[in-house]
């Protein structure tokens, strides 16, 4: 079987996994995109998984001020390292996340956690970061946010 070269970047982008890890996936389900994603998805949650006990020392502080500056928000993205710290999925993620928490009004971070992802609601923000964990092979947590609002 001829495997799309497209489904195999967009595969790896969206999980985070290797490309050969992605043409086998994909092989082993005929081609059949929406499985594959799914199979993968569940290796990347077993991959943070096995992270958890980690200890997270470094991090960055993002803010996010929506559109008109009537909402905004701080959040603590923490991983393992200044390296990871720096790169561009991780800052990118704590982007999304400080974004995520002005669209509603969450009581902690289980809950900001299990919500749907505002980009993409077929995953939730605990599966965003479990792909970023994927990409950059630490463990990554949220260790506290705050929103801002005019309108409080």
């Known amino acids: ?11 790896r982008e969206e999980t985070g996994a290797g490309v050969l890890e992605v ?21 990347v949650g077993d991959k943070a998984a096995k992270k958890a ?27 393992e390292t200044d390296f990871v710290a720096k790169t561009d999925d991780f800052k990118k ?4 996340i400080a974004m995520q928490v002005c669209t509603d009004d969450y009581e ?14 077929s995953k939730n923000v605990q599966d965003l970061i479990n792909e970023t964990i994927a990409k950059v092979g630490e463990k990554i947590e949220i260790k506290d946010f705050v929103k801002f609002s005019v309108l409080n």
């Not at 043409?23 to 569940?42: F, H, S, V, W």
């Not at 006990?53 to 993205?77: F, P, Q």
């Not at 971070?109 to 299990?114: H, M, N, Q």
């Open 53 to 79: 006990d980690r200890e997270t020392k470094d991090g960055i502080v993002v803010s996010y001020i929506h559109s008109g500056g009537r909402i905004g928000s701080l959040v603590v993205v923490a991983c």
């Open 108 to 121: 902690s971070v289980d809950d900001l956690l299990k919500d749907d992802y505002i980009r993409d609601s």
């Open 1 to 11: 079987m001829k495997l799309d070269v497209k489904n195999i970047k967009k595969l």
């Open 93 to 96: 993620l704590a982007d999304e």
């Open 23 to 43: 043409k086998k996936t994909l092989e082993e389900t005929n081609g059949d995109y929406k499985r594959a994603r799914q199979i993968l998805m569940e290796k």
